[in-house]
């Protein structure tokens, strides 16, 4: 079982799952290339030129890390688990993807509040004319590192951090020291800068829609906090009524962006359910519930 944290999180945001998930499977979480204790190289973006010590952090670079991680660690016969949180839920499934390519898909793919990338600019059509207009100059702009190392060092502070979680986390259960900690504490390395930079790659990166609806024999389903700020839960309801793949929507009434973290006691009990039952039955369409 491979879980992947979101954008600024790290390996230890399933800190209150490992024990749980490991009663069923062998469990790894890892931390993605610019975050965490990984390495933190320097941001290549999609126009500048290639650099030997710059590295276009996206959707394609950390699906294939997991894909790489998943080929070493899960061998021959063994079923594979991708767990996703936000980006990481969108890079599980670009991982998926790879896998099904060599012919290794995994026995089932399960994404907590995909990221549903409306920043994309291939969405930007939904947006307000106003913000059509100015994304060339916001993207001008947050290219710059004089300018994004101020604006890093900003949201970055361990009250500005607070701020965020009190918004993610509607509920307020699982925001404690430790939490701000482990967001804060990489924020602190060398090159932190640079992965946040790396940000702007994704305002034209792989979305959730393309990549499910090229999971033919993948299993896929989909753990959402109904009071997400960020992630539209009717936008995952379209989800599972479209794409055959996905097996089943449970909607947590009254948690956020990261149920896991937010109220691990209500999702350990489904994910495990979801591990024991291993690879999926035929595809159906998906049922949804509500918790």
């Not at 060339?136 to 290219?143: E, G, N, Y």
């Not at 009190?166 to 924020?187: F, K, M, N, T, V």
Request: proline share 7%; net charge negative; hydrophobic share 45%.
């Amino acid at each position: 079982m491979l879980l992947i944290h979101g954008f600024g999180a790290s390996r230890r945001h399933w800190r209150h799952n490992l024990q749980a998930l490991a009663q069923d499977a062998e469990v790894i979480a890892l931390d993605l290339l610019g975050f965490g204790l990984s390495a933190k190289p320097r941001s290549q973006l999609a126009d500048e030129p290639e650099a030997p010590d710059a590295i276009r952090y996206g959707i394609d670079l950390w699906g294939q890390q997991v894909c790489d991680a998943a080929l070493a660690l899960a061998g021959p016969g063994r079923r594979l688990h991708l767990i996703g949180n936000s980006i990481g839920a969108v890079v599980a499934l670009r991982a998926a993807t790879l896998l099904q390519e060599q012919g290794r898909a995994p026995a089932q793919v399960i994404l907590i509040d995909c990221a549903q990338r409306t920043l994309d600019d291939k969405r930007l059509s939904e947006k307000h004319p106003w913000a059509q207009a100015g994304r060339p100059l916001l993207k001008a702009l947050v290219r710059k590192r004089w300018l994004i190392a101020p604006l890093f060092r900003l949201v970055a502070q361990p009250r500005q951090i607070a701020t965020v979680l009190r918004q993610a986390y509607p509920s307020g259960g699982g925001i404690d020291s430790e939490l701000i900690e482990l967001l804060h504490e990489p924020s602190q390395e060398p090159g932190a800068i640079e992965s946040f930079r790396g940000f702007i790659n994704l305002f034209n990166d792989h979305l959730a829609p393309q990549l499910l609806a090229g999971l033919q024999a993948v299993p896929v389903r989909m753990l959402w906090g109904e009071a997400d700020p960020w992630e539209d839960v009717q936008e995952a309801r379209a989800w599972a009524s479209t794409y055959a793949c996905i097996q089943e929507l449970v909607v947590l009434k009254g948690l956020g962006h990261c149920p896991h973290d937010e109220a691990p006691d209500q999702v350990n009990p489904i994910l495990q359910g979801w591990i024991r039952s291993g690879a999926a039955p035929a595809l159906t369409p998906a049922a949804t519930t509500s918790g």
